[in-house]
């Protein structure tokens, strides 16, 4: 039930994190969890050098009177790889601007809850869409980007490492259980992390309630089970 409520929401990023989701479940079944994290941060990073290598991401701005929203669900997808889809194309907007800020404070950022404040400063024209006037105050669609901005490299590469951390435990954790129940459990929480990072490369989820405790939670389950009957696996 809730797989077909997800495909007809028509959300991208809803559907791409539980595809990741269940990468994550296979991945921490058969140990290599670590590796697909690894390989994403790489995977991420390879594709930012080449689209700022040379200014390539120039050849990718979308055309103003061509961003806009697509009610059928095939314009939906062909629009997004095509750019054409305004919420895609304003994301492109924010994220160049966070990039181009962060090269004037890399270390500290300009500091928490200013992205908006400052960014429209660092935007390119040729990126902008219907949306660009921001009267919502909304920040950069991504939390990397986010923590980048406002909390400069370090605050980024925390973020980062913390993911990292949670997936390498928490998969030591599930396999030092030996009731199906708290793997079960550590499982679901480890998905659950899986789901709320990827839909974070296109928000900022944690910083809401509804997401954040969730995440948070999640984290907490996992320690929680390691430390039952005085085993835990977090200091092995």
Known sequence: MFLFAIYFSYSRAAWVAVIFAAICFVAVRFRVMQYVI?????????????LSNHNTYLTFKPKFEKTIMHESLEDHIMATIQGTDISSAERYYRWIA???????????????????????????????????????????????????VEQG??????????????????????????????????????????????????????????????????????IAVSLRENKNILKE
């Open 38 to 50: 690894i390989g994403f941060y790489l995977l991420i990073s390879s594709l930012v050098f080449w």
């Open 98 to 148: 966070a990039l181009r800020m962060s090269k004037d404070n890399p270390i500290v950022g300009v500091g928490p809850n200013l992205f908006y404040d400052y960014y429209k400063a660092y935007t390119i024209t040729s990126f902008k869409t219907w949306v660009s006037r921001n009267p919502e105050r909304s920040t950069t669609h991504n939390y990397f980007l986010f923590m980048l």
């Open 153 to 222: 490299i370090p605050g980024m590469v925390l973020y980062g490492a913390l993911i990292f951390i949670i997936f390498y435990l928490g998969q030591k954790v599930y396999h030092s259980q030996n009731e199906p129940f708290y793997r079960d459990v550590v499982i679901g929480a480890l998905c659950s992390i899986a789901a709320i990072f990827i839909n974070n490369f296109f928000s900022e989820l944690i910083e809401t309630d509804k997401i954040g405790s969730i995440f948070y939670l999640s984290i907490a389950v996992i």
